[in-house]
């Protein structure tokens, strides 16, 4: 009786594991490509007097936010430097700053974008203006409107 036990014990071991089906990985997200469009422009007319002097920078941020661990990496910027505000572009005819952002794995990252305007008068008064948002997994592409 005890030689039967070790061999019962292995044959259900045995059977134990030959029978058992290897757990599935879930399926693993494709990456993506994601564009945005910056749109600058002026958001009204400075030609009057008042506005002599009075001028403005910008930067343009894409970063890849890691939406676990909320962990940001720029992966595109660009400035534009501090000039008179009359010579960005008037509404009619705005700036069109396209980029192309690939390989982003939607259910770990989105992309953010970032506007910051820095304003100095003709008295040396510095303003500045700012604003981020997250751009949505489910669509490939996010105009930004920039307005001065």
Known sequence: MKSIFPIVSITCLW????????VPNPPQAQPITQTVAFRLAQAKSYD???????????KLTISKENIHTGANTIVWDSTINMQRIQLFPQAVSPALIVKNIGNIIPDRQQLRTSVVVRYITNQNYTYHKAVGTAMPHHTNFKQVEVTL
């Open 15 to 22: 059977v134990a594991v030959a029978c058992s089906k290897p």
């Open 48 to 58: 009057a007097p008042v506005y002599n002097g009075l001028m403005a920078e910008v």
